[in-house]
Structure formats: C-alpha cells, structure tokens
C-alpha cells in the first residue's frame, strides 16, 4: 500500500453486490483513501476480473464494468463527501475498451464539483499501465432519513449513522 493511503472499513456484514466482503458472487471490491499526485483526494479500487465475469470471451462484462464505476463514485460521494449520498439524476457512462479477465485494472473516483445540497463525482478505469477503459459522472444528493423510512428501508446502523436527523 502506498504511503498516505488509508484502506476504507467495509463491515463484513455488507450485504452489496459490488462492495460487499463476503457476497457469495459479487466483486467483493475494496477501497482506500488516497491523495494523488495533483494534491486531489480520491478514492480507489484494484481488481481483477474474474474468469466468470465475462461479457464477450476474454473481457470484463458491460454491466460489470458500469457497477465497478458506480461502486466507486459511491465509496467516494460517502468517503470524501462526508456524509451517506444517493445518486440522482442522469449518470454519464462511456466505455473505450473493456478490462481483460484476469489482469489487474485500477478504477479511481473523486468529487469534481460540490453544492450544499448537491455532489458531481467522476471515476474512471484504467488498466495497470494507465490505458482508460472507462468513465462514468454521476451526481449525488445526501440521503434523508424520511425518504429512506417511507420508502420501507431498513438500514443497517453503520449506515443510518451516515444520516442527519
């Protein structure tokens, strides 16, 4: 781990897709802290895809790949954002090539723009040598408690901790 960076707690109860540790099939994608080179905070993941995570033989798939981008956007809207987000409004999604199974790629989020009530996160992918794969923007609003509620959502305590009263 490079000097500075700070891996992000996860519960192992996390029941996510795409972050949580001990999801039978999901990415299981971890994250850290880091400040990079521009001086800007960001947040970042390594993976790797696996062989039974294909789209097209031999590459990551579409769906996938989006996930990766959207998990990380999320990690950094909460991380760096300081508070819990949901995403909202349109989210731009464009693809150059997609990650090889079985090699290591690097997908790295951080807040581009922020307002009281309002955050617009970017995050891309690339592989190891720094060739772009993909990107994403995507805009967030802080969670409310009465929307989570009526909505019949029951969140784990790490989680409503994240929400204002």
């Known amino acids: 781990m490079q000097a500075g960076t700070i891996e992000l707690e996860n519960p192992p109860d996390n029941p996510c897709f795409g972050c949580g540790p001990n999801h039978p099939r999901g990415l299981r994608l971890r994250f850290e802290r880091i400040r990079a080179d521009d001086g800007v905070e960001e947040v970042r993941s390594r993976f790797v895809p696996r062989p039974d995570e294909i789209g097209w033989p031999t590459l990551f798939h579409h769906g996938l790949l989006f996930t990766v981008l959207y998990e990380c956007s999320y990690w950094t809207a909460l991380t760096l954002g300081g508070r819990l ?42 592989t190891a040598a720094g060739r772009p794969c993909a990107t994403m923007a995507s805009a967030w609003v802080p969670a409310r408690r009465e929307a989570i509620e009526r909505a019949g959502i029951v969140l784990p305590e790490y989680l409503r901790a994240e929400i204002p009263p």
């Open 85 to 126: 987000w949901v995403s909202q409004g349109p989210i731009e999604y464009s693809a150059e090539r997609l990650p090889r199974v079985g090699t290591e790629h690097l997908a790295r989020a951080r807040i581009v723009d922020v307002g009281p009530d309002r955050l617009r996160v970017r995050a891309t992918v690339t």
